[in-house]
């Protein structure tokens, strides 16, 4: 018998492997860059929460620094014998702390005042101060607030495709 192949017989040649090939490759270039784009994206979430935690930290001992102030003047008061709330109010407002007498309760002062935190954020502190207690003062608030981010968005400022 001659070698003449049957008009049933299917042959797959060259040019599809070959084509077959190409679509592998540009998918797995596709996922690459896609797996490059998110692990870009994941840093840079990754410095802003680390930038965001360490302005927290950074407010949060400012605040402490400014409570131990205000404990150091409250003990220089106390030491002299002045009870004065006059005095007391004086004292505290010269380190940036804003107080007033508590109407409501004789011998008390309410203080409070706030340290920015970073990006649009601030903490706020306040507490009353006692007179005539062994207790200096009491922390009644220590929170951290978001400040509300405009929604109005100038898409116009940004020229894109060169217009």
Do not use: C, W
């Not at 003449?4 to 299917?10: A, D, P, V």
């Not at 599809?16 to 979430?45: C, K, P, W």
């Not at 004086?90 to 804003?98: M, Q």
């Not at 007033?100 to 101060?129: C, N, W, Y």
């Amino acid at each position: 018998m001659s070698k003449q192949r049957s008009k049933n017989e299917y042959r797959v040649g060259v040019g599809a492997s070959s084509i077959l090939m190409v679509l592998v490759v540009l998918a797995l270039t596709a996922v690459g860059l896609l797996s490059f784009s998110s692990a870009r994206n994941l840093e840079v979430l990754t410095r802003r929460n680390v930038e965001m935690t360490s302005a927290y930290y950074t407010a949060s001992a400012e605040v402490q620094k400014k409570l131990a102030v205000m404990d150091a003047k409250l003990v220089e008061t106390q030491a002299a014998g002045t009870v004065d709330p006059q005095v007391v109010l004086a004292a505290l407002e010269s380190v940036g702390i804003a107080t007033e007498a508590d109407p409501q309760k004789a011998g008390q002062l309410k203080f409070a005042f706030s340290q920015d935190a970073g990006h649009r954020r601030h903490i706020d502190v306040a507490g009353v101060i006692a007179l005539s207690s062994s207790s200096r003062y009491q922390v009644t608030q220590y929170q951290l607030v978001s400040e509300p981010v405009d929604d109005s968005y100038d898409y116009d400022q940004y020229h894109l495709l060169g217009e």
